[in-house]
Every structure is written in structure tokens, then in C-alpha cells.
């Protein structure tokens, strides 16, 4: 599975990397997906990026404060974050994904424990 790290506590206006890697195993030919769930609200997928790095997706008004990149040197997807918001505050994770200029498509993903992202003065 993949294993999320980076996240801690910023204020608002701050910036984050998150990482992403596989524990086990290659993610140079997998398109990866970042997503997040929210205190009381449902997981929604923020940004993906293809194995080739020529598709990435983002959630609308998202486009602009983040940016998904890889690097496959490091076998790592990472997400940066920046002016980040209070809303912004979340439970960040990663996955295999389809990842289409319209959206993200998965069937089952087994969830990984994720990185606390919280945006607080």
C-alpha cells in the first residue's frame, strides 16, 4: 500500500509538501491520486497525476494553490500546497488511481492511515 507523510499544523497563508510513496514496490508506472476527508464530511479526491506526468487533474478551485508532481528517482508522488485555508484542514491520502483530465477513477482502494493536514491561527 502507499504511506502518506508531510502533514502537521501551518497557518493559514502556509505551505506544505506532502509525500507519497509505495512501502514495497515500484510507482513509476501507476497513476496516483491525492485525496482528503474533512472532519464530519466525505473523502474527495484533490489532484492525480498519470505515470507519464502528462495528465493531472484537480479539484475545481483547487487548481492554483496545488500542485501535484512526481519524482520517480525517489519513488514519490508529492503534493504542495500553498496559501493554505482553514477549510483546507483534512486528513490527506494517497492512492493508485485512474487519473483522467476530468476527474479520478478507482474501484476499491485500501485506504492507508493518511497525514493530518490542520490550518489554524
Known amino acids: 500500500h502507499l504511506v502518506e507523510s508531510g502533514g502537521g499544523q501551518v497557518q493559514p497563508g502556509g505551505s506544505l509538501r506532502l509525500s507519497c510513496t509505495a512501502s514495497?514496490?515500484?510507482?513509476?508506472?501507476?497513476?496516483v491520486g491525492w485525496f482528503r476527508q474533512a472532519p464530519g464530511k466525505g473523502r474527495e479526491g484533490v489532484a492525480c497525476?498519470?505515470?507519464?506526468?502528462?495528465?493531472?487533474y484537480y479539484a475545481d478551485s483547487l487548481e492554483g494553490r496545488f500542485s501535484i508532481f512526481r519524482d520517480a528517482t525517489k519513488n514519490a508522488v508529492y503534493l504542495q500546497i500553498h496559501v493554505l485555508q482553514p477549510e483546507d484542514t483534512a486528513v490527506y491520502y494517497c492512492?493508485?488511481?485512474?487519473?483522467?483530465?476530468?476527474?479520478?477513477?478507482?474501484?476499491?482502494?485500501?485506504w492507508g492511515q493518511g497525514t493530518q493536514v490542520t490550518v489554524s491561527s
Open positions: 497525476i498519470s505515470s507519464s506526468k502528462t495528465t493531472t
Open positions: 492512492a493508485r488511481v485512474l487519473c483522467f483530465p476530468y476527474g479520478i477513477g478507482y474501484e476499491k482502494i485500501d
Open positions: 514495497g514496490g515500484a510507482l513509476d508506472e501507476d497513476a
